[in-house]
């Protein structure tokens, strides 16, 4: 089984992807939640992480919370995609039954990595703040990562024209991230606008009959809803759960080896991955940059990974 730690920002479409990974017919082994600013502020993140532990019945996992903003800039949220709570959409319980495990993100993050038998794959599917953190704190965790499979970024933005939310928050976080030296596997908009939750798929995945099926039908519904809204698409990407379905079925994206630069300075660029598509830097890929995948492939898998909720 492979281990995994999530680090994320619940938020639609990061709770979708752990549900994915926590879905029997996944051989993924969660080893942790960590929870970052970026949706919604951190507590809320944390709180909602906990509400999908306790959807799915997810036991013996330490949701840990991390840090409450960026590095170095002033924290932004994106309230208008994810709503006040960060998971709006499904009535939940106000106080889940699963609680918050003492601690900080960062060196959970850290004793999990240097403690482990056998390499541990990082998934982030928020800002990279904690990531930047550990690697900082502890940087003999680098080797010990077998691959970092990170939703963010592309060769355009969707929090300003040139950059993607997750990296636009934190970039500095994600210059650390991308310069450690450590395998990064990106899943930018480039590929994640490919995973588009239209009205015809959520219709299908609507007669899924079971609980965790209903709750990401609705989850699925809302960000739709503000999707189509703020940016006239024909439904939610699901972005973050790109992440998790490359772990569970790599032959779903086709990829390409590359070298991504984080831009930290630029007044119009804040944020952009500046992708070397064509090696003009003639810099060594450091990123295997997923740019395409199969529809058809993908929502199969989801679907699958729903219906063994009622197995
Ligand atoms: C990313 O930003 C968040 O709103 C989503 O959860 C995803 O991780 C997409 O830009
Ligand atoms: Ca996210």
């Known amino acids: ?17 752990i549900i994915l990974a926590a879905s029997k017919i996944s051989s993924l082994n969660i080893e942790a939640i960590t929870t970052v600013a970026g949706n919604v502020e951190v507590e809320k993140n944390t709180l909602n992480a906990l509400k999908v532990a306790d959807i799915i019945g997810l036991e013996g996992v330490p949701v840990v919370q991390g840090a409450e903003g960026p590095l170095f800039r002033k924290r932004e949220i994106a309230e208008e995609i994810h709503g006040e709570t960060g ?21 959970l993050i850290i004793d999990k990595v240097l403690g482990s038998d056998k390499a541990i794959t990082l998934v982030p599917t928020g800002p990279l703040t904690n990531i930047a953190l550990a690697m900082i704190k502890e940087p003999k965790i680098i080797p010990k990562i077998k691959e970092i499979v990170l939703m963010g970024g592309g060769t355009f933005g969707n929090w300003t024209p040139a950059a993607e939310f997750n990296i636009y928050v934190d970039a500095e976080a994600a210059k650390v991230v991308f310069e450690s030296g450590a395998p990064v596997t990106m899943f930018g908009l480039d590929v994640t606008h490919q995973a588009i939750a239209t009205d015809e798929i959520v ?4 007669r899924v009959d079971n609980a965790v099926a209903d709750f990401v039908v609705e989850l699925l519904r809302f960000f739709s809803k503000t999707y189509k809204e703020v940016f006239g698409f024909d439904g939610g990407p699901i972005h973050d759960a790109c992440t998790v379905a490359y772990l569970m079925d790599p032959s779903i994206f086709d990829f390409k080896q590359v070298h991504v630069d984080i831009e930290t300075k630029g007044e119009f660029t804040y944020g952009m991955t500046a992708v070397d598509h064509l090696g003009v830097t003639e810099k060594e890929p450091n990123v295997k940059f997923a740019h395409d995948l199969d529809a058809k492939k993908f929502w199969g898998l989801f679907r699958d990974a729903l219906e063994s909720y009622g197995m």
């Open 87 to 107: 998971l709006d959409g499904p009535l939940l319980p106000k106080h889940p039954s699963t609680k918050q495990t003492e601690g900080h993100a960062v060196d």
């Open 1 to 17: 089984m492979e281990k995994v730690i999530f680090d994320c920002d619940p938020g639609h479409d990061d709770a979708i992807a």
């Open 203 to 206: 219709e299908d995945l609507s």
